[in-house]
């Protein structure tokens, strides 16, 4: 593979208490990533509530095999979190895709991740990879990848010393975090310095359909 610096390959960080929005908003995103490799620890990125077209694999050496051949492919990798490290070093190898890492704090934690996670947040981006990292508990995640984050989206947390530490990261007051309930957030880009909050809104009846998920977004003005 060609390693291409030009690319915009950025790294977001979503967080949010369970339930709160974090995997159906990047779900939403996902709907025409042509390169794309989930660590899909709860298994929810293929089936009834999963994205189109993205494949599941509960062996790690099969869906090497798959990846190695695969010019355009999306997977997803349902698995022991012993694997989480051959996953990382799974999408470094392939290089030029999105990569989404679900529940980080069930395989990081701060000043312990696998070395593969490193190498993937801190030299991913020049090898094409984008990178989304999710986590329901963020102050007890690994925190290398908030100083290299292009976005940060902030949903509800139900606890303080989250709410704290991700009010100080994304540099709001925290009265802005501690508002946030279930299916909002704020988002901030970190290289522009701009907020937005964001609303999403499923169904309440029916068959959970991504394509009647809402999610609107306005530009935010922070008051201090
Ligand atoms: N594919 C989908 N289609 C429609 N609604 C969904 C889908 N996936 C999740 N939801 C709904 O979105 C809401 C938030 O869920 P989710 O984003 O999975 O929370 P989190 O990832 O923060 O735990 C829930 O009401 C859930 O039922
Ligand atoms: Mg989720």
Redesign the pocket.
Known sequence: MKVDTSLNASIGVVC??????????I?KSLLKVPRLLVWDIDD?YTG????PGVQRFSSMEKLARAVATAKKGRFAYVGPVTKFGAWCRLAFAWGNCLAVAEELAGVTSPGKAPPEWHTLVSRGRKRGIALIG?T?RPAESDKTIMGNASFIRV?RLSRAQDRRYMASEIDVPERYVNGLE??QYISKSMAKNEYFAGT?K??EKGT???T??RITENPLTIER
């Open positions: 949010g208490s369970s339930g709160s929005g974090k995997s159906v908003v779900k929810e009834p509530q999963g994205v999710v329901q949903g279930n299916l999403i499923v169904p959970p359909s991504l009647k998920v």
